[in-house]
């Protein structure tokens, strides 16, 4: 795993199980200190021992210039996650796509009406996921409209409409466009949705928070009392996860010894 910040990572807690649980005892997975200024350089001097990296902030855009190719999801969304060697080079691919995707899947979510809120990096994956579902409306609430160009622009190499709103500011007009989603994915920093907790949250909303700490959010639990279902960032990270490892080892990740792993991790944080 490599970024900057990087020593909260939880990510090696999973990978490492999940090699432990494939029996590839000669796997190993760690954290690296890694800015921008530095990636390629750390990249161009790996040996050929290495299979794969993940990546985290600030590097998810810089990766793509990085990478010999570029998925077409991570290409989608100008930002990838997962930089995956083989024989013929370096692939960068985007696994936060499917972390999101599957974790709003697994928790039986609609495909009518979406809301996103906020418009950054997490953001942008959210939308991508949300296409994936084939979600029929997609609503963004941000503070700015003019800070949402990129995600406006995902949108359109996506060909999803997408309806950006500057209501964030104005918790009122924000909830009255929460009411009747199918799914509403925060991307929002811990805090930031706080005031949304009371909106007029319905049993079939499926609410995916990305934070995971402090657990619950305000949000998170306001919507639970409403009988929404919610789901938290650490599924969110759990699944992409899963991902990651299915694309570095070509197994299928095994997912119950890695989900036990990030229990344990959070618990021994707690």
């Given at each position: ?13 999973l990978?490492?199980a ?20 530095a990636?390629?350089?750390f ?11 993940s ?8 990766l793509l210039d ?13 930002a ?7 024989d ?12 999101i ?7 039986g979510?609609?495909t ?27 609503d ?20 999803s409409?997408?309806?950006?709103h500057a209501?964030?500011e ?8 929460l009411e009747?989603?199918d799914?509403v994915v925060s ?9 949304l907790?009371?909106a ?9 928070d990305?934070?995971y700490?402090?657990w619950?959010?305000v ?10 279902t ?26 119950p ?14």
């Amino acid at each position: 795993m490599l970024g900057s910040p990087i020593a909260h990572s939880l990510s090696p807690a999973l990978h490492n199980a999940a090699y432990a649980a494939l029996g590839l005892a000669d796997w190993h997975y760690d954290r690296f200190e890694v800015d921008e200024s530095a990636l390629a350089g750390f990249v161009a001097g790996l040996g050929p021992e290495w299979v794969g990296l993940s990546l985290t902030m600030p590097l998810k855009r810089v990766l793509l210039d990085v990478a010999d190719t570029v998925s077409p999801g991570a290409a989608a969304i100008g930002a990838g996650n997962t930089l995956v060697f083989t024989d013929e080079g370096s692939t960068a691919h985007n696994t936060d796509v499917t972390g999101i995707a599957e974790s709003l899947r697994a928790a039986g979510a609609g495909t009518g009406r979406a809301v996103i809120l906020g418009a950054g990096g997490t953001a942008q994956a959210a939308l991508a996921g949300l296409h994936d579902l084939e979600a029929e409306e997609i609503d963004v609430l941000v503070r700015d409209a003019g800070r949402a160009g990129d995600l406006q622009d995902t949108a359109a190499r996506l060909g999803s409409e997408t309806r950006v709103h500057a209501v964030l500011e104005d918790p009122v007009a924000a909830a009255t466009l929460l009411e009747g989603a199918d799914v509403v994915v925060s991307t929002l920093p811990a805090g930031a949705a706080d005031a949304l907790a009371g909106a007029r949250w319905q049993p079939g909303t499926v609410l995916l928070d990305a934070v995971y700490a402090p657990w619950p959010t305000v949000v998170a639990a306001g919507a639970a009392a409403a009988g929404a279902t919610i789901v938290s960032g650490l599924e969110m990270l759990l699944q992409q996860a899963v991902a990651q490892v299915e694309l570095m080892t070509g197994r299928a990740g095994p997912e119950p010894a890695m989900r036990e792993a990030l229990e344990a991790a959070v618990l021994a944080r707690s």
